[in-house]
T-cell receptor, first 117, second 114 residues
Framework: AQKVTQAQTEISVVEKEDVTLDCVYETRDTTYYLFWYKQPPSGELVFLIRRNSFDEQNEISGRYSWNFQKSTSSFNFTITASQVVDSAVYFCALSEARYSSASKIIFGSGTRLSIRP | EAGVVQSPRYKIIEKKQPVAFWCNPISGHNTLYWYRQNLGQGPELLIRYENEEAVDDSQLPKDRFSAERLKGVDSTLKIQPAELGDSAVYLC????????????FGPGTRLTVT
């Protein structure tokens, strides 16, 4: 069965610290996509990154980086030198790549990140 | 480019009353999603449309929820009658297609059933 687990419910760090948000997934498919979304206090989810199951290269975008490891079914997200504006709820999501009515999309329960000044 | 538009932003109704939410996706996006997000949880997919066809409504409580996307553009989600447990944020999202494409979310409708 398809599942996304974000075990960290809440994380609080002081500004400028590095922080890693964990995401572990389960799927029977060999082809799938993983996503991270950010939900700031305003409520609107914002897309951050997409990764397909065949691309295990880590990605860096400014202060953000993502570590995808198929061997451990994990897709972790690290914020370097955190800032107060990073405070939000972050969701990891899994989408099967089959273009059919059977393809499922599932979100994790989210990690609430608070950055203290 | 305009984002996903949802209305209303907030709705308070008494239980057993009907309620409807409206969503206009990003122009050109074929796939439209309705999610329910309970407090402290991630979005839960209720229904997904490919153009005007509902291709995944397995999580939609069909006894009281209905949805339509008649011309493959905007969509309406209805609850009749509403129950206390329906209080949540209802999110609409759209994407170019399913699978690999990122979703763009609207601001949501916060429903409170009293």
């Amino acid at each position: 069965a398809q599942k996304v687990t974000q075990a960290q419910t809440e994380i609080s760090v002081v500004e400028k610290e590095d922080v890693t948000l964990d995401c572990v997934y389960e799927t029977r498919d060999t082809t799938y996509y993983l996503f991270w979304y950010k939900q700031p206090p305003s409520g609107e989810l914002v897309f951050l990154i997409r990764r397909n199951s065949f691309d295990e290269q880590n990605e860096i975008s400014g202060r953000y980086s993502w570590n995808f490891q198929k061997s451990t079914s994990s897709f972790n997200f690290t914020i370097t030198a955190s800032q107060v504006v990073d405070s939000a709820v972050y969701f990891c999501a899994l989408s099967e790549a089959r273009y059919s009515s059977a393809s499922k999309i599932i979100f994790g329960s989210g990690t609430r990140l608070s950055i203290r000044p | 480019e305009a984002g996903v538009v949802q209305s209303p932003r907030y709705k308070i109704i008494e239980k057993k009353q009907p309620v409807a939410f409206w969503c206009n996706p990003i122009s050109g996006h074929n796939t439209l999603y309705w999610y329910r997000q309970n407090l402290g949880q991630g979005p839960e997919l209720l229904i997904r449309y490919e153009n005007e066809e509902a291709v995944d409504d397995s999580q939609l409580p069909k006894d009281r929820f209905s949805a339509e996307r008649l011309k493959g553009v905007d969509s309406t989600l209805k609850i009749q009658p509403a129950e206390l447990g329906d209080s949540a944020v209802y999110l609409c999202a759209s994407s170019l297609a399913s699978g690999s494409y990122e979703q763009y979310f609207g601001p949501g409708t916060r429903l409170t059933v009293t």
